[in-house]
């Protein structure tokens, strides 16, 4: 981990971070993520992707042909050996807004899961936290740090264990109305994301809750592509393809296309 005094602002115009960036630009483009005055929340957890997103999102911000504004948020969870401290201190170089949000899930899902895979009921808390948040301060929109990988992964989850042909959407609306939520790093694969932190070698918040501990069955779906792209190099890029060239006519779902009237 880095030392505070050591923390200097990253190169925002390394040739990988501005590739990067031009990728989150479609994304905004592509989903109509961004509209003239919005108040943007991002949703930091100290970790790579929504790190290297906020900073980009600045970049981005300064280049917009629309005014928008927008700030971080990072919430403590209170698990054991949380420190923001440097992750804080490196927000501040960069001259990002940050709110920290204190709440004690890490009790609650402890108590309430024996088994040790906690992953589940700690997101669902929280995501409730955050979208409450976005709300009561009155952020038009929420933006996560899901990059292209988490979608690929997702919708393979989907379809081999729920029997679901779906995946993370680039912009939804959350079921109760109030928030929009979108995913601008949709198209960027995670290898990118990799490599970048490790370039500009910023302060990440570890899960101490257990372990950066993943579900099982997503770890499973990480090897299955990544043994498929041993054979297939651009599996992702075709992929997200297939994701935005669906045809209801030749898949099975009657509530989608009217087989009965051919």
Not at 65 to 93: R, Y
Not at 108 to 133: H, M
Not at 151 to 159: A, Q
Not at 197 to 203: L, M, R, T, V
Request: charged fraction near 25%; glycine fraction near 4%; include cysteine.
């Amino acid at each position: 981990m880095l030392e505070t005094s050591k923390i200097t602002p990253v190169n925002r115009e390394h040739p990988l971070a501005v590739q990067i960036r031009r990728q989150i630009t479609k994304a905004l483009s592509d989903f109509n993520m961004i509209k003239e005055g919005d108040r943007l929340l991002i949703c930091v957890s100290g970790g790579k992707d929504s790190s290297i997103l906020t900073i980009l999102m600045d970049e981005i911000r300064k280049r917009a042909p629309m005014n928008f504004t927008f700030e971080a948020l990072l919430l403590d969870q209170k698990q054991p050996g949380f420190s923001a401290e440097k992750f804080k201190s490196w927000m501040a170089i960069e001259n990002i807004k940050l709110h920290t949000h204190e709440r004690d899930t890490y009790s609650i899902v402890t108590d309430k899961i024996k088994d040790g895979v906690f992953c589940s009921l700690c997101s669902k808390l929280r995501r409730a936290i955050l979208y409450d948040f976005a709300f009561d301060h009155h952020f038009t929109k929420m933006a996560l740090g899901h990059h292209r990988d988490d979608v690929i992964e997702t919708s393979m989850l989907n379809l081999f264990y729920t029997g679901q042909l779906s995946t993370m959407p680039a912009k939804l609306r959350s079921d109760d109305g109030r928030n929009v939520i979108v995913r601008p790093l949709i198209y960027v694969p995670e290898k990118e994301l990799m490599e970048l932190a490790e370039i500009w070698n910023f302060p990440i918040i570890p899960c101490n809750l257990c372990g950066s501990q993943e579900g099982l069955k997503r770890k499973r779906m990480k090897r299955l592509i990544s043994d498929l792209e041993k054979e297939i190099p651009h599996l992702g890029a075709s992929y997200m393809t297939a994701l935005e060239n669906v045809k209801p006519s030749h898949l099975l779902d009657q509530k989608l296309f009217n087989f009965k009237d051919i």
